[in-house]
């Protein structure tokens, strides 16, 4: 069976300080990847996805970058945080090419920018 | 850019009473599916609805999806406490990607 998990479960961080926070999948080949960030008590918002190695796309402009250097591990990193990046960032996974549209979700990252 | 739209907002409710939440957009999808979030949690997949009309039941969820392909709803019977969260409909986009709708936060008190 397939699983996701993401890591660190907590983080809090000052303003300015890098970030670096992992996803990675087991059971499944060629998945697509996807981060979100989701601010208190709202929906989903996508920021990047992925549907290969080296691959990523963009849907937000911010300063967060996403790398995908391997075929099952996702990365979503910051130079310089803000406090507006605090949030509660999900990693999700879905079956490649001739796969579903089912999307299924680690167990997020709560970052706090101080 | 579709407009897509969940209600209510927030529901709080007895235990044991029946509810409805809505998940409405201008456009056409190939399919959608329904989440339930609870705090601190990933989204967990509850159904997917592909075809107009479609009606799925899981225990006591129901799941409708419009005739139009355009609109579900997410019916719960007897709620129980356990039934507490944040439900997100996603529709297909077909561009690799789903849309999350912003959700409607449940609460059922005991």
């Known amino acids: 069976s397939q699983t996701i998990h993401q890591w660190p479960a907590t983080l809090v961080q000052p303003v300015g300080s890098p970030l670096s926070l992992e996803c990675t999948v087991e059971g499944t080949s060629n998945p697509n990847l996807y981060w979100y960030r989701q601010a208190a008590g709202r929906g989903l918002q996508l920021l990047f996805y992925?549907?290969?190695?080296?691959?990523i796309s963009s849907e937000v402009p911010q300063n967060l970058s996403a790398s995908r250097p391997q075929d099952r591990q996702f990365i979503l990193s910051s130079k310089k945080l803000l406090l507006s990046d605090s949030g509660f960032y999900l990693c999700?996974?879905?079956?490649?090419?001739?796969?579903?549209?089912?999307?299924?979700f680690g167990p997020g990252t709560r970052l706090t920018v101080t | 850019t579709q407009l897509l739209e969940q209600s209510p907002q927030f529901l709080s409710i007895q235990e044991g009473e029946n509810l409805t939440v809505y998940c409405n957009s201008s456009s056409v999808f190939s399919s959608l599916q329904w989440y339930r979030q609870e705090p601190g949690e990933g989204p967990v997949l509850l159904v997917t609805v592909v075809t107009g009309g479609e009606v799925k039941k899981l225990k006591r969820l129901t799941f409708q999806f419009g005739d139009a392909r355009k609109d579900s709803s997410l019916h719960i019977t007897a709620a129980q406490p356990g039934d507490t969260g944040l439900y997100l409909c996603?529709?297909?986009?077909?561009?690799?990607?789903?849309?999350f709708g912003t959700g409607t936060r449940l609460l059922v008190s005991p």
């Open positions: 999700a996974w879905r079956a490649g090419t001739g796969g579903g549209y089912e999307q299924y």
């Open positions: 992925s549907v290969g190695i080296g691959q």
């Open positions: 996603a529709p297909n986009t077909g561009f690799q990607k789903l849309v």
